[in-house]
Every structure is written in structure tokens, then in C-alpha cells.
């Protein structure tokens, strides 16, 4: 079987890769030239009688993959047995025309919309959430099938697809991305949502938070729903749904946990919330949750010498704050989103009002300490400004730092973030 793979972000990349080990032949394309193909190096397509290049466009080509950058081959394209398209391209007319045909990856291969599938959505603790939620129905003998937005770290839309074509689950549990809502809503039968919050993210994208809330309540129409019950649109979802029924609330867990903080009860309290509608026993929960460490990028605290380190993935002002709000950090090292994304460098504004002695800029998606300098400028900090520049120079600001009370280490640049966890882990060891 042929599959055309049309947008090579994160997901297009991951979606080549997975429909090549799984036999298929793949022609994958983006109008973009400059595109990092680091990720496919091992499939060895660099040698000299692979590569062409045209004033325009790029080929390359091997016995069961052409990539072509620069040019999209239409007639190629409709000649394939099934297409897979970037999200990004979801609203364009090609999206359009691939939907029409039928030859939509998810119209082509449709065993996974048979599968009882859960999708959580919203702008924080989605992927703390999906995992507490996958250990629980594991624990309680489910075979459980995870995936979702291939930039935040899981299996891609496309390697769901395929892989519930080649195992037989009981559940699929999907990540929504807040910026892919149709899209999934198009590639996946859910059966319910739960949704974690509504924050201040991807504003570039949905230009206020009223957009953004109107596109959740259009993605949860016709579909079971978990909100929290402080949710502040709660009333609004309830004018919308038109079946009441189909609305739940949760609450924060009061179980022991070993994650920290009122947004991790609140994560729990919705993976609880679904495992116990689904039937699962009371003290599977407990137990699961009791035992559920924070995974890779999240969350986590480490001591070294007199202080503790809170370190993970916090890459907009609401989820900073909600850490922030239950301690107070002597120094706060943020890395710096991309250029574009002017709304989450509203993140050191929430820095400056907790009141650290320390900012410590650190470029983290892409460098732009610069711009994170003149925020800081324009907002009237006037504590110490230090800016790292590498993983060498972070690590020296936290020794320096070690003898206070309590380091937020976060903000945007997940495989930073990841990195200088793995040093803090291997620091804080050889202390212990």
C-alpha cells in the first residue's frame, strides 16, 4: 500500500517513519525546503544517487520512500491509497479535497474508531493526566492504547491509527492538543472528553480565550464531558450541552499523591473521575495514584544542598502561576519561547509579581533572551538578571543558588528542561 504524508512538522515525520516500518511504500512532501530531517537519517536516503536538486525543490528517494521539499506532486498525491496531513493544514482546501475522497488516513484504516476512546484536552496537566489515567485502566487489566500530539512527546495521531490496526485495545487514550481540536474530532470516535483547564496558550493561534473556549465547547458537542467544577465557563457548557446527562464534574483528589501541587489533584481528580464512570475499582485507583511518579518533563524536585529544586515544562503564565501561588522561589530560571509566541512571554510578568530576588534567563525554544531582557525591562523588575546561556552555566546559577530555600526551574524548551533535570538527578544523587 502507498501513503502520501503532506506536511513534514513533528507529526508528518513521525507519521513517515511509523507507515515505513509498517511495510507501507510513503511519498512525503512539504513546500518547505528547509526542513530538519535529522529525525529520518537512519533510513540512509542521503547517498549521492537519491538526491536531486532542482532550483526550486529537493528530492530525495529510495526503494520505498520519495521525499520531495519545495513541491507537492498532486497527481502523486491522489494516486495513494491513503493520505496523512500535518494538523496545521487541516483548514486548507487540500484538506478538503483529501476529506471529500475518502482517502483520509483515518477513512482508509478505521479499526480505531471501534475502540472506546478517551481524549483529554485543554492547556495544562493533559499529558500528567492521560498517564495517571493509562496506569489506572492498566492496573485494572485494560490494554490501553496512548497517543497524541507527536510534538508533546507521544506516539503521533497517524501511529494510533496504525498501531490499532496491528493489536486489538480496549481503550485509546488521546492527548488533544488545543490547536488540533477539529482535526482529532475528524480522526477519532470519542466516546468522552475530559478537559483539565482553559488557559492562557496559543494565543497566536486562537487570538483570545473566548475563541479558544467556543472551540471546546464545538469539540464537546455530542460527547460525555468531564470539567472541573470550578471550571469558570462551567455554566456556559451547561447552557450548550443540550443532554445534561452528558455533563460530569470532578474535583480534586484527596488521596495521597508523591506529584505536588493543587494542579496535580486536580489531574488526578479527573483521571479518577473517568476511571471510576468506566468502572474501575476504588482501591485500583488508590493504589495507582498513591504510586504514580511525575514522568519525564513534568514536574519534579530535587534537593540539593539546602535548597529544592522544582523543575518542568511550565511554557505559559497560568501554569506558572499555579505553581507559583503555593510557594514562594528565592530564583526563578525560565527558558524563552519562539519569537512569534509574544503571549508566553507573558510568563515573566507572572515571574516578576511572585517577587523572586533572581531571574535566570535561559534560551529554551528558541534564543530569545533578548526579547525575555526587554520584558523584564519593560515591566520594572528590579532584582538580579543573569542570563545562561548554556547547560554549563545553569547548573553553575543553581549551585550558586542551592544554600535558599526553594528553585523554580521552567517556562518553554521541554528537551532543555528534560536535560537539566537528568544533571539535577545525577547531582542530587551523588549529594545523597
Known amino acids: 500500500m502507498r501513503a502520501a504524508v503532506v506536511g513534514l512538522g513533528v507529526e508528518g515525520k513521525k507519521a513517515t517513519k511509523s507507515l515505513l516500518d509498517n511495510n507501507w ?9 528547509d526542513i530538519d530531517l535529522g529525525d529520518l537519517e537512519d533510513l540512509k536516503l ?11 525543490a529537493i528530492t530525495l528517494s529510495s526503494e520505498n520512500l520519495i521525499i520531495d521539499l519545495g513541491y507537492n506532486d498532486m497527481d502523486t498525491i491522489a494516486s495513494c491509497d491513503a493520505v496523512m496531513l500535518s494538523p496545521s493544514l487541516w483548514k486548507t482546501e487540500l484538506a478538503r479535497n483529501v476529506v471529500s475522497s475518502g482517502n483520509h ?11 472506546k476512546t478517551i481524549g483529554i484536552t485543554g492547556t495544562n496537566g493533559k499529558t500528567t493526566t492521560v498517564y495517571m489515567l493509562k496506569e489506572i485502566l492498566e492496573n485494572s487489566g485494560k490494554k490501553v492504547l496512548v497517543g497524541g500530539n507527536a510534538g508533546g512527546g ?41 478537559l483539565t483547564n482553559i488557559g492562557n496558550d496559543h494565543m ?15 469539540f464537546s458537542k455530542n460527547k460525555t464531558i468531564f470539567l472541573d467544577k470550578d471550571l469558570k465557563y462551567f455554566s456556559e457548557f451547561e447552557e450548550e450541552i443540550s443532554d445534561l ?15 505536588f501541587g493543587k494542579f496535580n489533584r486536580l489531574n488526578a481528580g479527573l483521571a479518577a ?6 468502572g474501575v475499582d476504588d482501591e485500583v485507583i488508590f493504589n495507582t495514584l498513591n504510586n504514580f511518579k511525575a514522568i519525564e518533563g513534568r514536574l519534579k524536585i530535587f534537593k540539593l544542598n539546602d535548597s529544592e529544586i522544582f523543575i518542568g515544562k511550565t511554557d505559559n ?12 522561589f528565592y530564583a526563578a530560571f525560565v527558558g524563552t519561547p519562539r519569537i512569534n509566541e509574544e503571549h508566553r512571554f507573558d510568563i515573566l510578568n507572572t515571574v516578576v509579581y511572585s517577587s523572586p530576588e533572581v531571574i535566570v534567563l535561559f534560551p529554551g525554544l528558541d534564543d530569545t533572551v533578548d526579547h525575555g531582557l526587554y520584558r523584564l525591562k519593560s515591566i520594572g523588575f528590579d532584582g538580579r538578571i543573569e542570563v545562561a546561556n548554556n547547560l554549563d552555566e545553569i547548573i553553575g546559577f543553581i549551585a550558586e543558588y542551592s544554600h535558599e530555600d526553594a528553585i523554580f526551574i521552567g517556562g518553554n524548551g521541554q528537551e532543555k528542561i528534560i536535560e537539566i533535570q537528568e544533571r539535577l538527578k545525577a547531582l542530587s544523587d551523588i549529594c545523597d
Open 25 to 33: 511504500h510513503v511519498y512525503a512532501t512539504d513546500l518547505k525546503t
Open 46 to 56: 542521503l547517498s549521492d544517487n537519491t538526491f536531486f536538486i532542482s532550483e526550486k
Open 105 to 115: 488516513i483515518s477513512d482508509f484504516l478505521t479499526r480505531h474508531k471501534s475502540i
Open 154 to 194: 507521544f506516539n503521533g495521531y497517524c501511529d494510533v491509527i496504525l498501531e490499532a490496526e496491528n493489536e486489538d485495545y480496549d481503550i485509546i487514550l488521546i492527548e488533544v492538543c488545543d490547536m488540533t481540536l477539529k482535526y482529532c474530532n475528524y480522526c477519532f470516535d470519542f466516546d468522552l472528553v475530559g
Open 204 to 218: 497566536d493561534i486562537h487570538r483570545s480565550i473566548e475563541n479558544y473556549k467556543n472551540k471546546i465547547l464545538d
Open 245 to 259: 446527562s452528558n455533563l460530569l464534574s470532578y474535583d480534586e483528589y484527596l488521596g495521597d499523591l508523591k506529584v
Open 273 to 278: 473521575s473517568i476511571a471510576t464512570y468506566l
Open 317 to 328: 503564565s497560568d501554569a506558572v502561576k499555579s505553581l507559583l501561588d503555593e510557594k514562594y
